[in-house]
DNA sequence: TCTATGGCGCTTTTT
DNA sequence: GCGCCATAGA
């Protein structure tokens, strides 16, 4: 049998072969990188005798972790199951259950996402800031406490840094919000880190029984890695040196959370022994697409050394679309997939939106809807956000953590249980005087001060609920456990018998909640609560979506990373969307925004499509934009431009005395020929749909993946008919032409008026002619 | 104590 | 254009 590197170029090769000491694997976008670690692990277990368990890999997202577990699997069996790969936050997580109580940390300590930690820092303002007049942002706040723990500064060696009165603040705020923390038994995700370098600089035992343990270390994408995960790995690595790391700073996109693309550039000189490969061939784009990348990312001025190539086809030119507004963006876009479905040469999970901020989501998923193209949006509104779940899974902390106040505060008084904020303030009282933990205090609510009896006969209550439900926890299957703990706390029934529909669904989104906790029971070995609530808190949004392979995919650029799709369309290369605007007054995000741009484009197989819009709705009002500085830096040969308005366009007329003291319009105005002749495009597009409509119509209902999102039926423009391209009378505007029509229960048409502009108007309004 | 209303600020990106 | 928060009223 041939040996298992057979498999591999060459380059990939000599990756794979050097076990030993300290490597440094700089894998270009498509590059055959996770192949690549794939056989190399594979490779060290089969031919080099290392035993599975001392391998540590560190990836990105859980569902990274996965997948490499799996096809490592492929290749050596089952044995592939006792290695340990996960992300940083996870291992993390498992280390200090297993050893945190030698810092002080309890075993079933709560871990707090960004909205407990909003809530504690709003506490802490609240308190600290009660009287001054200025006032300081919480997420601003927020922001630099979690800078601060992942550069592993606790809040004296944060207070050496501060430079400004925010410092200042952030100071009190930090050393308020670790109190707290400690007091809840509750660490953030930054603490995971943090704490567990503190362990293993501290307790010497611990950091040398884990390094005996793990004797090879791989961590996947270390150009988004940030100082505290450094120094974890460097502390694990330290004894046996073999630290092997992977990335492209190229693809360093989460600077804004405290990655360092510095990092891996240092590498070298951090281990002035190792060795350096260079993954430059591409296996996934056509020479178009890379060309493209190419020229975007070149502009940058901190990069290592590098060009990646391709011997895939040249392909088709990469196709530039200028839309009129986002709604027609949107248009475009899913009538080319519409298209593209119905010849047969795609398939809905070939495709790919991508998007820099997930507000841009909607138009895409209303379009997708509403030609029946099946489609699954990662993150945006996210079910654990919503309040019913929040709650539901506060009783749960609660449970597993009696010392979470936070979460109790959350849940003392829903359902309404006559626990004001009378109540609880004294309650608060209690307990910090006694030195007790808040539902230690409700159980002793008759020692509390100026309560009525009916307030002091609540609270017992409360606690003796909660009681039984923790003496209950490890007797029954999880699933079960959840839906005894919605229904003896009454939170269930209160709202399913509830009048309101909104409540009644917010009941069956706790029925989904069961269904979640029912897989996870399924699926997991250990499925106790705490190791449901942590995996709850440690997922991503990418690692939750399953059907991205057979729908269309809706994610945010950043979710993109480490992903491919034959088709991929980037949307809104508009500046201020992408750049963003937040990015534009700092060269150094400016950088990443392009990094950002690349790592978009090189996740296309087959196909790219970048689009933009001349206007667009930004926080309810209508603004022009302008085409991304990005487009700008693409070679003429490798692109093809649709779609261009910009001819359309006459030279405004000059204003009228009335207007010039009005401050009215002019604008520029359309150009009514040629823009009917696009008009007719579009319509020609419609007609081809309304085809494809019949040939779906029934299977269209329910094809989006998120729920909560009211599925529209198949209705396609009312009983007037407009489409692209009729002409019809306002009787305020005058004489236009109908753009596009979309029905949302009214028709609404987007009509070209010559002199006045683009308008959205019902289509009840005008009068066709 | 709970609920309805209006004002205001806001969106990057996520483990 | 929407959701959160503060405020006022029942």
Request: hydrophobic residues 40%; proline residues 3%; neutral net charge.
């Amino acid at each position: 049998m041939a040996g298992l590197l057979d498999q591999l170029n060459p380059q990939q090769r000599v990756a794979a072969e050097i076990t030993e000491g300290p490597v440094l694997i700089f894998a270009g976008a498509g590059s055959g990188k996770t192949r690549t670690l794939t056989y190399r692990l594979a490779h060290m277990v089969r031919e080099k005798g290392v035993p599975v368990e001392q391998i540590l890999a560190v990836t990105f997202t859980n569902k990274a972790a996965g997948e490499l577990k799996e096809r490592i699997a492929g290749l050596i069996g089952d044995e592939a199951k006792k290695l340990w790969v996960g992300t940083f936050h996870s291992i993390c997580a498992r280390i200090l259950r297993q050893e945190g109580e030698a810092i002080g940390i309890p075993p079933n300590f709560t871990i707090y996402d960004e909205a407990d930690q909003a809530a504690v820092v709003k506490e802490a303002l609240s308190v600290l800031d009660g009287d001054s007049d200025e006032s300081y942002s919480a997420s601003e706040i927020l922001n630099r406490i979690s800078r601060a723990k992942n550069e592993l500064l606790d809040v004296q060696g944060y207070r050496r840094t501060r430079k400004g009165p925010m410092d200042e603040m952030a100071q009190r705020v930090y050393a308020y919000y670790e109190q707290r923390l400690r007091a809840n038994a509750a660490l953030d995700f930054d603490d995971l880190l943090m704490r567990t370098v503190e362990l293993l600089e501290t307790k010497r035992s611990v950091l040398q029984r884990l390094q005996d343990r793990l004797r090879y270390i791989l961590v996947d994408e270390y150009q988004d890695i940030n100082h505290a995960q450094y120094r974890l790995i460097q502390l694990l690595g330290g004894k046996s040196g073999n630290i092997c790391v992977v990335g492209d700073d190229d693809q360093s996109i989460y600077g804004w959370r405290g990655a360092n693309v510095g990092i891996i550039l240092a590498f070298e000189s951090d281990y002035p022994n190792c060795k350096v490969v260079k993954l430059e061939q591409n296996y996934r784009s056509t020479k178009r697409i890379l060309a493209c990348a190419h020229d975007v990312i070149r502009r940058n001025a901190a990069r290592a050394d590098k060009r990646l190539w391709t011997d895939n086809h040249e392909g088709d030119k990469v196709v530039v679309y200028q839309a009129l507004n986002e709604e027609e963006e949107a248009e475009w876009v899913t009538s080319v997939i519409r298209g593209q479905v119905n010849s047969g040469n795609a398939r809905p999970g070939d495709y790919a939106i991508l998007y820099r901020t997930n507000a841009m989501s909607r138009q895409f998923e209303d379009k997708l809807l509403e030609k029946g193209l099946p489609y699954e949006i990662v993150g945006g509104l996210r079910f654990y956000d919503r309040a019913v779940i929040r709650d539901a899974l506060a009783y749960l902390k609660v449970i597993s953590n009696p010392a979470d106040g936070f979460s109790l505060r959350r849940i003392i008084n829903r359902p309404a249980r006559g626990i004001g904020a009378k109540t609880l303030a004294a309650l608060d009282r209690l307990a910090r005087r006694e030195n007790i933990t808040l539902l230690e205090a409700c159980g002793r609510a008759q020692e509390a001060e100026g309560l009525t009896d009916r307030a002091r006969a609540a609270a017992l209550d409360f606690h003796h609920l909660m009681r039984r439900l923790a003496d209950q926890v490890d007797q029954k299957p999880l699933p079960h456990f959840v839906r005894d703990v919605l229904d003896s706390s009454g939170y269930l029934a209160a709202l399913t018998n509830s009048e309101k529909s909104d409540e009644r669904s917010q009941a069956e989104d706790l029925g989904e909640l069961i269904t979640v906790a029912a897989k996870f029971a399924e699926r997991r070995e250990d499925s106790s609560l705490s190791a449901f609530l942590e995996h709850l808190a440690l997922i991503s949004d990418i690692d939750r979506a399953e059907n991205l392979d057979s729908r269309v995919s809706l994610l945010t650029l950043h979710s993109a990373k480490g992903l491919e799709f034959p088709i991929v369309f980037m949307v809104g290369l508009e500046e201020e969307v992408f750049p963003h605007r937040r990015s534009m007054d700092d060269p150094f995000e400016l950088e990443e925004e392009r990094r950002l741009c690349y790592v978009g484009m090189t996740r296309a197989e087959r196909m790219l499509y970048l689009s933009y819009a001349n206007s667009r709705t930004v926080f309810g009002s209508r603004q022009r934009q302008q085409p991304s500085r990005f487009l700008k830096d693409l070679s003429p040969e490798h692109i093809e431009r649709r779609g261009d308005l910009e001819h359309l366009l006459l030279p405004p007329r000059p204003k009228t005395e009335d207007e010039v003291l009005r401050g009215g319009p002019p604008r520029s105005r359309i150009d009514l020929t040629a823009l009917l002749a696009r008009a007719k495009e579009n319509q020609s597009i419609a007609a081809e749909r309304q085809v494809a409509e019949g040939a779906v119509a029934g299977s269209r209902a329910g094809n989006g993946q998120r729920t909560g999102h009211g599925g529209k039926a198949g209705s396609v423009s009312g009983e007037k008919r407009f489409r692209a391209g009729t002409k019809v009378t306002h009787k305020k505007f005058g004489q236009g032409i109908v753009v596009s029509a979309s029905d949302d229960g009214e028709v609404v048409l987007t009509i070209a008026f010559p002199q006045v502009g683009v308008k959205k108007i019902l289509a009840s309004a005008v009068e066709a002619r």
